[in-house]
């Protein structure tokens, strides 16, 4: 009997262990996120190991438990129609929430999931969730896209599923038949999503054969750029889950197809040191020093490296792309961009990029609502119910949908 309590007892100091993390006083239910936190972690650790026995890539694993612990069917209420079908060959979710009489055409949302660009879907519970309160308290028509993942396909082709959905759906036969005012139609996405839903943007503010525009763009915690992992939201969240700036970095060498060879580097921007022609320009586009306000930069310092990895650009180019780093587009591209949305959190290593990227738009002109969340981290609007349920993810999904509300 001794021997079993003493066995119990190191068990639950073991998971303890495991579980139990440093994290700032700040943050939104701090033990719910340790718990939260650990069982990714473990799923990943899990993943990794059907990787090296040689089973199944690590994405794909990874996923597979995400999905199947998650995934919810196209289920319709009185309130919201849910249907899957494709776009342009694009598979799509897509919700109607029920029309006003007053109102016969009827506003709507492209929504682009996050993960990464290599996890989570349009049919899982996070995200139907949150679509289908977005449908339902704006009486609205909401396209989630399911966009190809990583290790399926690579960067520039989650870009080219979102645009040619996208398309499809702004067609004038498309938009009567879904009962949508043409020039209400919005696009966001959250996280890689984000990422995504910039890059969109930014394509479809230069295509002058686009009959119907974007009324507007709304980022949740976006990627914007992979060339400086040293912002002082990296520094000050190096560590912070439920995105590591390891973790995100990896991510990035997974979009391009590169290798792991080069995270490390890459994290302390040898990627983009001085030497590193290609970078010079665009480096002056994220001079975070000039793009974040003092109560930000603090006492943290630029990493720019005097000698680097040259070699990192070379072989992966995409790095240097505007449409995998939105934020360093032209400011040409930028000033035709519509009203935009930017939700932050604190907490959260791409913090920095939400904040210089409003900052970019609105010295071109764009009329930009910056949403910080002091309490906020990365992922939180999505875990809205239990037992995923987050004060400041119900917080800053209501603030979200109360400015589409407001501006679509």
Same mark, same amino acid.
């Given at each position: 009997?001794?021997?079993? %309590? ?62 199947? !612990? ?31 009489? +007053?109102?016969? &055409? ?24 949150? %679509? ?30 979102? *645009? ?22 919005? *696009?966001?996405?959250? +996280?890689? /999503?984000?990422? &995504? ?49 390891? *973790? ?24 983009? +040191? ?52 939105? =934020? ?16 932050? %959190? ?7 990029? /939400? ?23 990365? /992922? %939180? ?8 349920? !987050? ?12 400015? =589409?509300?407001?501006?679509?």
């Amino acid at each position: 009997m001794r021997s079993s %309590c003493v066995l119990l007892a190191a068990l639950v100091a073991l998971a303890a262990y495991y579980v139990y993390i440093p994290l700032p006083g700040s943050v939104s239910d701090p033990w719910k996120l340790m718990l939260l936190d650990a069982t990714f972690r473990g799923a990943q650790q899990v993943s990794n190991l059907v990787h090296y026995l040689g089973l199944s890539h690590h994405l794909i694993a990874l996923n597979f438990i995400i999905v199947s !612990f998650g995934k919810k069917s196209a289920w319709s209420s009185a309130q919201v129609k849910v249907t899957d079908t494709d776009f342009d060959g694009v598979e799509v979710r897509v919700f109607e929430g029920s029309p006003k009489p +007053s109102e016969p &055409l009827r506003r709507s949302v492209i929504y682009i999931h996050g993960g990464g660009w290599a996890l989570a879907s349009a049919k899982i519970r996070y995200y139907d969730e949150l %679509c289908t309160a977005m449908a339902e308290e704006l009486n609205a028509v909401v396209v989630s896209i399911e966009y190809r993942l990583v290790p399926q396909v690579y960067f520039p082709e989650q870009i080219h599923d979102v *645009v040619h959905a996208t398309k499809y759906f702004l067609q004038p036969e498309v938009l009567e038949k879904y009962k949508v005012d043409p020039g209400r139609v919005g *696009v966001s996405g959250d +996280s890689a /999503g984000g990422n &995504l839903a910039a890059a969109l943007g930014q394509q479809f503010s230069q295509d002058a054969n686009l009959r119907n525009k974007l009324k507007l763009q709304a980022l949740i915690y976006p990627v914007l750029q992979a060339l400086d992992f040293n912002t002082p939201s990296y520094q000050q969240n190096v560590n912070t889950p439920i995105l590591p700036r390891y *973790v995100m970095v990896k991510y990035w060498v997974d979009y391009f197809k590169g290798s792991y060879d080069f995270v490390q580097a890459m994290i302390i921007n040898n990627h983009t +040191s001085l030497e590193v022609e290609e970078a010079v320009a665009l480096r002056a586009r994220l001079n975070w020093t000039s793009l974040l306000p003092a109560s930000i930069t603090k006492n943290y310092t630029p990493v720019v490296q005097t000698t680097g990895s040259a070699r990192i650009v070379q072989e992966i180019p995409q790095l240097l792309d505007a449409r995998s780093s939105p =934020l360093i587009a032209d400011q040409a591209v930028l000033q035709h961009l519509p009203k935009t949305y930017i939700l932050t %959190c604190e907490h959260d290593v791409l913090r920095d990029d /939400g904040i210089m990227y409003a900052k970019r738009l609105e010295s071109v002109g764009v009329e930009v609502t910056l949403d910080h969340f002091e309490d906020g981290f990365h /992922g %939180c609007m999505i875990f809205t119910s239990w037992p995923t349920n !987050f004060s400041v993810g119900m917080r800053t999904r209501n603030s979200y949908i109360k400015w =589409l509300d407001q501006n679509l």
